[in-house]
């Protein structure tokens, strides 16, 4: 019923916000008007998360990308007055910015639809801050030194490079989304908490839309573009720029075209009022086209982590949980030498799961009995002891060997020389 309620009132505040905004555009006060349709996008984009279904979820997103569109166009003031169809969907009039149209025709087809609708479903509302991912102090410094020289004025008469492109590589489950997450907050101004972030798994695009996958990838950096400035994360990058073979089809020979044609910004040339940041991961480097890599600025490796970053990671699973753990952490912290981030999460997870079925084991037969008796009864807890992390670890399995620790070293050493 709470979740419902939530719902029910974020759907209110949107409808309330976008009143706003038409009020002030009809009263001529554009800044009023584009800070509301702002902030009714961004609430639409947290909306979309908890839909009922993949549909309302991407009609939602695709309401939030136009509400985005018409802030960052009446702030550069060239949008004619929005419209709204009778069942309340917002249109977008003639000429409305962000309504790319088919090549040689009027309107969008079917097929430009499809594609459009496929990008919609990429945008995500990351809710991740820095103090949300544990350790990771150089990288995280790195990356945020990275985004200030590019997105700094420049000394006079000094065409200083920008970083544009950067390519997180490392053992899987090491926070390489997570960062991602958080460059795109970071990249907040005054008038946008943050930066519109298209989250891409590249290789479940390439398996459902591989024969579209080049316009796809168009219209993603058409978009973001359009809503600069934005972040394209590409995860499992390898998927798309594999080095290249002579079985190479003439569709992956066009894919690898085009990104690398993206990754080069030519449409940004010149143009200091947009930005858009490419972050790619990979838990392959060495298998990467070299002439995709050599796009990259800046190349990033995100290591398991060490024994300060394990402690901070425990500290937001357990600690910022509210666990009390009374066995010394330094042993705790020992004992998970070589777990990745996601395998320590995992293992907290098993450990807390354990310890509260052991505390509650009339719970099933609560349930026999009906909801009722459930909702009635408190969870209990206990603090934590060293054997709990013990027993749990036995049941975790790292991913990644020494050797393969080794392999991301030597290849960081051999990209750097």
């Known amino acids: 019923m709470a979740k419902l309620d939530a719902g029910r009132e974020r759907a209110q505040a949107i409808e309330a916000l976008e009143a706003q905004a038409k009020a002030h555009y009809d009263a001529g006060r554009d800044a009023e008007a584009a800070d509301a349709y702002e902030r009714a996008g961004r609430l639409l984009e947290r909306h979309a998360v ?13 309401k939030a990308l136009k509400f985005l569109e018409y802030a960052k166009a009446l702030r550069a003031g060239d949008v004619p007055k929005p419209e709204t169809t009778p069942s309340g969907e917002v249109t ?3 000429g409305a910015p962000g309504e790319r149209r088919a090549r040689g025709k009027g309107k969008r087809d079917k097929d430009d639809d499809e594609i459009h609708q496929a990008v919609t479903g990429l945008l995500h509302h ?7 991912i544990g ?9 945020k030194y990275a985004l200030g020289v590019s997105v700094a004025k420049k000394p006079e008469g000094l065409a200083l490079a920008s970083w544009r492109n950067v390519l997180f590589y490392g053992p899987p489950g090491t926070g390489k989304t997570l960062l991602a997450a958080a460059t795109s907050r970071a990249l907040k101004t005054s008038e946008r908490e943050q930066a519109t972030f298209f989250n891409v798994k590249v290789s479940s695009i390439m398996s459902k839309y591989f024969g579209e996958s080049t316009k796809i990838l168009s219209e993603l950096y058409g978009t973001a ?22 079985g190479d089809t003439g569709t992956e020979r066009r894919i690898l075209s085009t990104i690398l ?14 930005y858009v ?25 995100i290591p398991l982590p060490d024994a300060t970053t394990r402690r901070a990671i425990l500290d937001i699973h357990l600690g910022k949980k509210g666990f009390v753990v009374e066995a010394d952490l330094e042993d705790v912290v020992d004992l998970t030498d070589g777990l990745s981030g996601r395998e320590l999460e995992s293992l907290v997870k098993e450990v807390t799961n354990r310890m ?34 013990e027993r749990a670890r036995r049941h975790v399995h790292p991913v990644t060997s020494a050797a393969d620790v080794e392999r991301y070293t030597a290849w960081r050493d051999a990209a750097e020389a």
């Open 92 to 94: 977008a009039p003639s």
């Open 277 to 301: 940041l490419t972050i790619a991961a990979t838990n392959r480097p060495w298998d990467l086209d070299p002439a995709v890599l050599s796009r990259f600025d800046k190349k990033v490796l």
């Open 50 to 62: 908890s839909s009922a279904s993949r549909k309302i979820e991407q009609a939602r997103k695709a």
């Open 135 to 143: 350790g990771l102090e150089e990288t995280k410094r790195e990356i």
């Open 225 to 246: 573009r359009d809503m600069s400035p934005a972040v394209i994360f590409l995860d499992e990058f390898e998927s798309l720029c594999g080095s290249r073979n002579e």
């Open 356 to 389: 509260v079925a052991d505390e509650n084991r009339e719970l099933p037969d609560l349930v026999d009995r009906g909801l009722d008796h459930v909702r009635d009864y408190r969870v209990r807890v206990r603090p934590l002891a060293l054997d709990d992390f």
């Open 261 to 274: 044609s993206e990754l080069d910004g030519l449409a940004e040339k010149g143009r200091d009022d947009l």
């Open 126 to 132: 990351a809710s991740i801050g820095w103090d949300q």
